[in-house]
Each structure stands twice: as structure tokens, then as C-alpha cells.
């Protein structure tokens, strides 16, 4: 078969959705594929030695266009690179605004005489539940689905979750889709080189060893970051632990205060965003998810594929990736100390915890390896592309 052209469109940032763009884009454009990425900056997580072509679109914040000129700029990028090169087909990473400018490329390109690009849809999250509230957006974002050649959601939730928020029709087809993880990437490790640079004044020689909890997000409100930190607290109350937190954003501030206020900055670590978490996930021995939302979870995937149990709420799509009791416990969201519980139960049960690392690892790479993955979203591109030929 013949390779495609493809546009993929997302965030730079180190969340799930922009995260899960670039790693496919590398996929595709290792397996052969002319790759074409589309971000408002370089993407946290697209390496320079990938063979991808990376359009960096300027977010236009110069007067009067300050305030919301960048969909209309990426629309004008995707239809220029379309164009071009041919592209065969537009993926976008979030309703909004990528599918919105994706539709106007379209339009730009069939004025010009061009059949168009293909579009497939990607929904994340947020672009399903944080636009209810908002019916401008809600609209945008339900003409955007119904408008896509096929839409895709990593989790069943999320997909049962579009069709009653954004209003579709029962009928509408969504392909549930997983995210996946690179299982060389994101592998166990037997040393902790950092843990004493990064607590010095813990004595990790003495028994038992702190136990070693991780979080990583993009610290936003629904992350609930805060809760990490208490669960820290109740559980220093019985047992030595640290807490490394990874990731930076809106509410980083405010977790700082609880820290201070709780009196545990000795055993907590603000690493800020990276782009190689891998050695980082694999010191851990529990990661933590005390998120009030998620549509899937892709930093617990990491985790699991890491050999480490993940403690989590219990809500969205989660129940799809940890197995509760198997690779990792599932909590009641908001209750910090179920969370804690959960962290002690298993920190003071090594050989369980040892077998759920194992499980975790084992259980990653069966259901959510690259290949698979790769492959469906292949089959759904060329799906597509038959009904226009």
C-alpha cells in the first residue's frame, strides 16, 4: 500500500492529548508515512531526530488579533502544507479549535479546486466536558464531530461521554481507540540514581527506605495536585515517603502553599515539565492520579509500562487502564485519605507490590503497545480515503 501524507495537529504541551499527537506522528513517519505536524510551539515530547515536519504556527498575539487569531492562522497553515504536499489526511488532537480549522482548511483548499484532505477527529477530554457549559463552543465542537470523516475517543467512557455532552445523534460513529506507550521508552529500572540529590537530608541507607511516590501532570485544577500532598502527609504520619511531583501549570502555586503549610518541603520534589519522563516513572514505587476527571489516563499508562502500581480516583476512564487490585488501587476522587490508605496498604506489603509491578509492565505492553494502535489508526485512514476514491 501505498504511503500517506498526513497532517496531525496538537498542543505543544506535556498534556495526555498533545503528548499522544506527536507520539503517533513519530510512529507513523517511522513506519514510512510523509508526516506533516502542526503545534503552536515545538512539542514537548517530538525529538528532533523523528522524521516528522514540524509547522510551528505563530499564535498571533500582535493588535487586534490577540485574542483568538491562532485557529484561524493554523486553518491557513493546513490548507498552504494540504496544498503542497498532497496531504491525504488531517489529524487533529482536540476538537478545539484543531478540527474547527482543520473544517476551514478544507474549505480552502476544495476553493482552490482540490478535493481536500480527509479529516479524522481525536477527542481528549476536556474538548467533550469542559464545553457544556459554553454553548458557543458546545456547537463549534458538535458541527466539528459531525462534520469529521471519523472520529475517535481513547476510552469508551469518553466516547459515551461526547455523544450525551456534545448532543449527537445515538448513530454517531466513534472508534474507541487507546492511547499507547513505547514500552522502551517507558520501562522498570533497578537503581534510584536521583533520590539522594533530590532529598539530601533523608537518610536513605536507614530501614525502611522512604517510600517513593510520583505524580506528573500539567497542574491544572482537575488534576488536583493538592491531594497528592496531603495523602503525603497522613501517610508520614505512619512511615517515612517523598513525594516528586512533575509538571508545571496554573495551580503549581498553590500546591507550594499546601506544602509549606502541611511542613513536608523536605520530602517533596517540584521537578517542573520534562520532556524524558521514563527514568523519572521507573525510581518510583507507587504513582499517583488523584485527578477528579480523566478520559484515559496516558501518565498512569506510563506508569504501569514503568513496572509501577498506580494509586487513582475512580472516575472516566481510569477503570480502563488500572485494574483495580491487579496493577494498582482505585480510589474515591477527592479523598485524600482513601488515597493514603491505598499508598500505606501497599507500601507495607513489598511482595504485593513487587507482583503488581510486574503485572503492571505485563499488562501495558498486552493491551496498549505501539503496534496495534498504529496499525487501527492506519486502517482508519485508509478507510476513509476509500469511500472518496
Avoid at 501505498?2 to 503528548?19: D, E
Avoid at 467533550?128 to 456547537?139: F, H, S, Y
Wanted: proline share 8%; charged share 20%; glycine share 8%.
Amino acid at each position: 500500500m501505498r504511503p500517506l501524507a498526513i497532517g496531525i495537529a496538537c498542543f505543544p504541551t506535556a498534556g495526555g492529548s498533545g503528548v499522544v499527537g506527536t507520539q503517533l506522528a513519530a510512529q507513523l513517519a517511522r513506519a514510512g508515512h510523509s508526516v506533516h505536524v502542526f503545534s503552536s510551539a515545538p512539542p514537548i515530547r517530538l525529538q528532533a531526530r523523528e522524521r516528522c515536519r514540524l509547522h510551528v504556527v505563530d499564535p498571533v498575539r500582535r493588535a487586534p488579533l490577540e485574542n483568538g487569531a491562532y485557529p484561524l492562522a493554523l486553518a491557513g497553515a493546513m490548507a498552504d502544507v494540504a496544498v503542497a504536499d498532497g496531504l491525504d489526511v488531517l489529524h487533529v488532537h482536540y476538537a478545539i479549535p484543531h478540527a474547527a480549522s482543520a473544517l476551514l482548511a478544507r474549505q480552502i483548499v476544495q476553493a482552490r479546486g482540490g478535493k481536500g484532505p480527509r479529516l479524522v477527529t481525536s477527542l481528549h477530554g476536556t474538548d467533550v466536558t469542559g464545553v457544556g457549559a459554553e454553548e458557543g463552543l458546545r456547537t463549534v465542537a458538535r458541527h466539528a464531530v459531525l462534520a469529521s470523516d471519523a472520529v475517535t475517543t481513547p476510552s469508551a467512557w469518553l466516547r459515551d461521554e461526547a455523544v450525551g455532552a456534545l448532543g449527537l445523534p445515538r448513530a454517531t460513529r466513534i472508534e474507541v481507540v487507546p492511547n499507547f506507550v513505547d514500552p522502551d521508552e517507558f520501562h522498570p529500572a533497578t537503581d534510584h540514581p536521583d533520590l539522594a540529590r533530590l532529598f539530601p537530608a533523608l537518610r536513605w541507607e536507614r530501614a525502611p527506605r522512604p517510600g517513593v511516590l510520583v505524580h506528573a501532570s500539567n497542574f491544572r485544577r482537575v488534576k488536583r495536585v493538592g491531594d497528592a500532598v496531603l495523602a503525603l502527609a497522613e501517610v508520614l504520619r505512619s512511615r517515612p515517603a517523598v513525594l516528586v511531583l512533575v509538571g508545571d501549570g496554573p495551580e503549581r502555586e498553590g500546591v507550594e502553599r499546601v506544602v509549606a503549610a502541611l511542613g513536608v518541603e523536605r520530602h517533596v520534589a517540584f521537578l517542573g515539565e520534562r520532556s524524558v519522563l521514563g527514568p523519572i516513572l521507573a525510581q518510583a514505587d507507587l504513582f499517583l492520579l488523584p485527578s477528579d476527571q480523566e478520559s484515559f489516563g496516558l501518565a498512569a499508562l506510563e506508569a504501569l509500562a514503568s513496572g509501577v502500581p498506580v494509586v487513582a480516583s475512580q472516575v472516566g476512564g481510569l477503570p480502563e487502564v488500572v485494574r483495580d487490585g491487579a496493577t494498582g488501587r482505585l480510589v474515591p476522587p477527592r479523598d485524600p485519605r482513601a488515597l493514603a490508605a491505598a499508598v500505606l496498604e501497599l507500601l507495607s506489603d513489598a511482595p504485593r507490590r513487587a507482583a503488581m509491578a510486574r503485572e503492571a509492565r505485563a499488562d501495558a505492553i498486552a493491551r496498549f503497545r505501539p503496534g496495534p494502535v498504529v496499525e487501527r489508526v492506519e486502517a482508519i485512514y485508509r478507510e476513509i480515503l476509500s469511500r472518496w476514491d
